[in-house]
Protein backbone atom coordinates (compact mmCIF):
# COMPACT_ATOMS: atom_id res chain seq x y z
CA UNK A 1 0.00 0.00 0.00
CA UNK A 2 2.74 2.34 0.76
CA UNK A 3 4.38 1.80 -2.40
CA UNK A 4 1.52 2.66 -3.99
CA UNK A 5 1.26 6.19 -2.88
CA UNK A 6 4.86 6.75 -3.25
CA UNK A 7 5.00 5.85 -7.03
CA UNK A 8 1.34 8.31 -7.44
CA UNK A 9 2.75 10.77 -5.17
CA UNK A 10 6.66 11.07 -7.06
CA UNK A 11 4.43 11.66 -10.27
CA UNK A 12 2.95 14.75 -9.29
CA UNK A 13 4.09 18.13 -9.93
CA UNK A 14 5.22 20.52 -6.92
CA UNK A 15 2.32 22.43 -7.14
CA UNK A 16 0.23 19.61 -6.89
CA UNK A 17 2.01 17.85 -4.39
CA UNK A 18 1.85 21.68 -2.45
CA UNK A 19 -2.04 21.23 -2.69
CA UNK A 20 -2.19 17.89 -1.28
CA UNK A 21 0.16 18.82 1.88
CA UNK A 22 -1.39 22.52 2.71
CA UNK A 23 -4.57 23.09 0.73
CA UNK A 24 -6.61 19.30 0.68
CA UNK A 25 -5.08 17.74 3.54
CA UNK A 26 -8.36 16.72 4.87
CA UNK A 27 -9.48 14.90 1.99
CA UNK A 28 -5.99 12.08 2.07
CA UNK A 29 -5.25 9.19 4.59
CA UNK A 30 -2.86 9.27 6.80
CA UNK A 31 -0.55 6.83 4.57
CA UNK A 32 -0.62 9.35 1.81
CA UNK A 33 -0.14 12.19 3.72
CA UNK A 34 3.20 10.31 5.04
CA UNK A 35 4.43 9.89 1.92
CA UNK A 36 3.32 13.54 0.76
CA UNK A 37 5.44 14.86 3.12
CA UNK A 38 8.59 12.63 2.62
CA UNK A 39 8.53 13.51 -1.33
CA UNK A 40 7.90 16.98 -0.43
CA UNK A 41 11.05 17.32 2.34
CA UNK A 42 13.15 14.82 -0.86
CA UNK A 43 12.57 17.66 -3.05
CA UNK A 44 12.82 20.73 -0.49
CA UNK A 45 16.55 19.34 0.02
CA UNK A 46 17.16 19.03 -4.03
CA UNK A 47 16.27 22.62 -4.43
CA UNK A 48 16.59 25.10 -1.76
CA UNK A 49 14.06 27.96 -3.52
CA UNK A 50 10.90 25.28 -2.91
CA UNK A 51 11.41 25.78 0.40
CA UNK A 52 10.54 29.68 0.05
CA UNK A 53 7.40 28.66 -2.38
CA UNK A 54 5.97 26.72 0.04
CA UNK A 55 6.36 29.22 2.61
CA UNK A 56 4.99 31.52 0.90
CA UNK A 57 2.11 29.24 -0.02
CA UNK A 58 1.58 28.20 3.55
CA UNK A 59 1.01 32.14 4.59
CA UNK A 60 -1.29 32.40 1.98
CA UNK A 61 -3.11 29.49 3.57
CA UNK A 62 -3.03 30.08 6.70
CA UNK A 63 -4.26 33.97 6.32
CA UNK A 64 -6.37 34.19 3.05
CA UNK A 65 -7.65 37.07 4.05
CA UNK A 66 -4.17 38.69 2.90
CA UNK A 67 -4.36 37.93 -0.54
CA UNK A 68 -7.57 40.45 -0.97
CA UNK A 69 -6.22 42.88 2.19
CA UNK A 70 -6.19 45.79 -0.90
CA UNK A 71 -10.17 44.90 -1.28
CA UNK A 72 -10.91 44.91 2.51
CA UNK A 73 -8.80 48.16 3.41
CA UNK A 74 -11.00 49.90 0.54
CA UNK A 75 -14.41 48.92 2.41
CA UNK A 76 -12.95 49.49 5.58
CA UNK A 77 -11.72 52.77 4.60
CA UNK A 78 -15.36 53.85 3.50
CA UNK A 79 -16.65 52.88 7.09
CA UNK A 80 -13.86 55.10 8.68
CA UNK A 81 -14.84 58.18 6.35
CA UNK A 82 -18.34 57.62 7.19
CA UNK A 83 -17.73 56.95 10.82
CA UNK A 84 -15.57 60.38 10.37
CA UNK A 85 -18.72 62.37 8.63
CA UNK A 86 -20.92 61.45 12.14
CA UNK A 87 -17.71 62.31 13.92
CA UNK A 88 -17.61 65.82 12.25
CA UNK A 89 -21.96 66.10 12.54
CA UNK A 90 -21.30 65.49 16.39
CA UNK A 91 -18.40 68.08 17.01
CA UNK A 92 -20.54 70.69 15.27
CA UNK A 93 -23.45 69.99 17.09
CA UNK A 94 -21.36 69.71 20.72
CA UNK A 95 -20.13 73.24 19.35
CA UNK A 96 -16.44 72.12 19.22
CA UNK A 97 -15.24 74.50 16.91
CA UNK A 98 -11.57 74.56 17.74
CA UNK A 99 -10.08 71.15 17.33
CA UNK A 100 -12.92 69.80 14.66
CA UNK A 101 -10.43 69.17 12.07
CA UNK A 102 -7.40 67.64 14.35
CA UNK A 103 -10.00 65.30 16.04
CA UNK A 104 -11.02 63.67 12.81
CA UNK A 105 -7.82 63.83 10.75
CA UNK A 106 -6.55 61.85 13.87
CA UNK A 107 -9.60 59.78 13.69
CA UNK A 108 -9.50 58.88 10.34
CA UNK A 109 -5.20 58.34 10.53
CA UNK A 110 -5.03 56.64 13.62
CA UNK A 111 -8.45 53.72 12.22
CA UNK A 112 -6.73 53.67 8.83
CA UNK A 113 -3.12 52.42 10.74
CA UNK A 114 -5.21 50.31 13.12
CA UNK A 115 -7.71 48.64 10.39
CA UNK A 116 -4.41 48.05 8.14
CA UNK A 117 -2.54 46.37 10.37
CA UNK A 118 -5.40 44.45 11.25
CA UNK A 119 -6.31 42.84 8.12
CA UNK A 120 -3.05 42.30 7.11
CA UNK A 121 -3.11 40.25 10.33
CA UNK A 122 -5.92 38.67 9.52
CA UNK A 123 -8.04 39.83 12.59
CA UNK A 124 -11.30 40.75 11.37
CA UNK A 125 -14.66 40.42 11.57
CA UNK A 126 -17.66 40.88 10.06
CA UNK A 127 -18.14 42.93 6.56
CA UNK A 128 -14.94 45.43 6.11
CA UNK A 129 -17.21 48.57 6.03
CA UNK A 130 -18.59 47.67 9.68
CA UNK A 131 -15.14 46.79 11.33
CA UNK A 132 -14.03 50.38 9.77
CA UNK A 133 -16.71 51.58 11.50
CA UNK A 134 -16.27 49.71 14.92
CA UNK A 135 -12.62 50.87 14.80
CA UNK A 136 -13.27 54.58 14.40
CA UNK A 137 -16.45 53.94 17.03
CA UNK A 138 -13.48 52.51 19.80
CA UNK A 139 -11.55 55.50 19.02
CA UNK A 140 -13.43 58.01 20.33
CA UNK A 141 -14.31 56.11 23.05
CA UNK A 142 -10.69 56.33 24.07
CA UNK A 143 -10.56 60.19 23.18
CA UNK A 144 -13.97 60.25 25.51
CA UNK A 145 -12.33 58.37 28.44
CA UNK A 146 -8.93 60.44 28.04
CA UNK A 147 -11.04 63.39 28.30
CA UNK A 148 -12.81 62.41 31.14
CA UNK A 149 -9.15 61.24 33.14
CA UNK A 150 -7.92 64.82 32.22
CA UNK A 151 -10.90 66.92 33.00
CA UNK A 152 -10.94 64.68 36.52
CA UNK A 153 -6.86 64.89 37.00
CA UNK A 154 -6.66 68.69 36.31
CA UNK A 155 -9.98 69.91 38.64
Known amino acids: MENDFSAR ?58 ANAEALWKSAKWGILSFCIILFIYE ?25 KLIAEGRTFGHPFVFGLFVSAMLLVVRFTLEMVYQAVSK
Open 92 to 116: LIAKNYSGVAFVILLNFFAGGFIVK
Open 9 to 66: IQSLTDDELMDIIIDKRLHYQANALAAADREMYKRVVANPELSQSMLQRRAAHANPRA
